[in-house]
C-alpha cells in the first residue's frame, strides 16, 4: 500500500496570506490527524477528521482550519499567516482513530513564512 | 489534563550497546496508550513500539523493548545492540479511546557513535 502523501513539500509565503496543506492518508484509512512541529512547541495537536467530520480540536486560532472529502483525504488551511507559523505540518492516517492506534505519518509540508 | 514528559533532551550511545530512554507522564484515565514515535532526519515519523495500559507484559519489538510502570506513570525505551540507524528524535506519546489525539513528549535526540 502506498504511504501517507503531503503536498506540496515545501512552502514558502508572506505574512497575511493564505496557504492549504494536502494530506492523502493510506488506502482505506478514515481517520486523518494534522500536527504542528516547532522547535520551541513541539508536536502540537491541530485536529483530527473521521469520516469527513472533525471530532477533535488542539489549542489553535479560527486561522487554523481543516477539512475532509468523502476519499478520505485532507486539507489545512491556514489564513493570514504570521511569522509564528512556520513550521513543519505533519498529517498522520489510521484505521479509526487517533488515541489507540498506530498512525501512520506522511513526510510533512515545511512551511516558511516571511 | 494529560501531559507528557521526556526529561532528557539529548542521549549518545555507542554502536552495540544498550541505551534507555525516559518518559513519564500523567493521567487520571485507567485505560490509555503509550507509543514511541522515531523521526530520523528525513522528518518521518514511524511507530517504535506500542503498549495498551492494561496489558501488564512489557512490548517488545525486536531491539526495542518498553519497561511500562503503571503505577509510578514511567514508560522508558530500551534499545538494545544499538545501531547506526536507530540515530534519530524518539517522541514518547500518549493516547486514549476517546480523545482523537496523541500528546507527545518534547523529544529525546538520539546520537549513536561508532
Known amino acids: 500500500k502506498a504511504g501517507v502523501t503531503q503536498t506540496p513539500r515545501y512552502l514558502i509565503k508572506t505574512r497575511g496570506q493564505q496557504v492549504t496543506l494536502s494530506c492523502s492518508p493510506i488506502?482505506?484509512?478514515?481517520?486523518v490527524s494534522w500536527y504542528q512541529q516547532t522547535p520551541g512547541q513541539g508536536l502540537q495537536f491541530l485536529f483530527e477528521?473521521?469520516?469527513?467530520?472533525?471530532?477533535n480540536k488542539g489549542n489553535f486560532p479560527g486561522r487554523f482550519s481543516g477539512r475532509q472529502f468523502s476519499n478520505s483525504r485532507s486539507e489545512m488551511n491556514v489564513s493570514t499567516l504570521e511569522l509564528g507559523d512556520s513550521a513543519l505540518y505533519l498529517c498522520?492516517?489510521?484505521?479509526?482513530?487517533?488515541?489507540?492506534?498506530?498512525?501512520?505519518f506522511g513526510p510533512g509540508t515545511r512551511l516558511l513564512v516571511l | 489534563a494529560q501531559t507528557v514528559t521526556q526529561s532528557q533532551p539529548e542521549m549518545s550511545v555507542q554502536e552495540a550497546e544498550t541505551v534507555t530512554l525516559s518518559c513519564t507522564y500523567d493521567?487520571?484515565?485507567?485505560?490509555?496508550?503509550l507509543f514511541w514515535y522515531k523521526q530520523p532526519p528525513s522528518r518521518q515519523m514511524i511507530l517504535v513500539i506500542r503498549?495498551?495500559?492494561?496489558?501488564?507484559q512489557n512490548a517488545t519489538e525486536n531491539r526495542f523493548s518498553v519497561n511500562f510502570q503503571k503505577a509510578a506513570k514511567s514508560f522508558s525505551l530500551k534499545i538494545s545492540d544499538s545501531q547506526l540507524g536507530d540515530a534519530a528524535m524518539y517522541f514518547c506519546a500518549y493516547g486514549t479511546y476517546n480523545t482523537d489525539k496523541l500528546i507527545f513528549g518534547t523529544g529525546t535526540r538520539l546520537q549513536v557513535f561508532p
Open positions: 493521567t487520571s484515565e485507567s485505560d490509555y496508550y
Open positions: 488506502s482505506g484509512h478514515r481517520s
Open positions: 498522520a492516517s489510521s484505521l479509526r482513530g487517533v488515541g489507540q492506534e498506530t498512525q501512520y
Open positions: 503498549q495498551e495500559a492494561y496489558k501488564q
Open positions: 477528521y473521521f469520516s469527513e467530520t472533525q471530532r
